[in-house]
């Protein structure tokens, strides 16, 4: 049906800088929301990091506002998030998600995940 592939991670210094890409693919129409949710070894849930509506309306963690931005292409059914001043504490695994997602040919699931990428903020 509808897979979403993440990429862009790895190991950065802090002040670093990464940009993290999702694509998502399928016969899709429309999503209707694209964000990035992030986990913590010690961290038992997914933890929202910043999401965008289809029409430009933008959610922000506030650990990430002023150094994190959001940004879609919906022609590509993509979503991207541009990480600047990383730190430690941004270590995690990141995943993309997408939420009330329209098939070309109806189906019941309109939500899925992406199987995530690594992101390490280290010296």
């Known amino acids: 049906q509808v897979q979403l592939v993440e990429s862009g991670g790895g190991l950065v210094q802090p002040g670093g800088s990464l940009r993290l890409s999702c694509v998502a693919s399928g016969m899709i129409a429309s999503i209707r929301t694209m964000g990035w949710y992030r986990q913590t070894p010690g961290n038992r849930r997914r933890e929202l990091v910043a999401?965008?509506?289809?029409?430009?309306?933008?959610n922000y963690a506030s650990s990430v506002k002023g150094r994190f931005t959001i940004s879609r292409d919906n022609s590509k059914n993509a979503v991207y998030l541009q990480m600047d001043n990383l730190k430690p504490e941004d270590t995690a695994v990141y995943y993309c998600?997408?939420?009330?997602?329209?098939?070309?040919?109806?189906?019941?699931?309109?939500?899925?995940w992406g199987r995530g990428t690594q992101v390490t903020v280290s010296s």
């Open positions: 998600s997408a939420d009330g997602v329209d098939l070309v040919v109806p189906t019941a699931n309109h939500d899925f």
């Open positions: 999401d965008m509506l289809n029409y430009g309306d933008a």
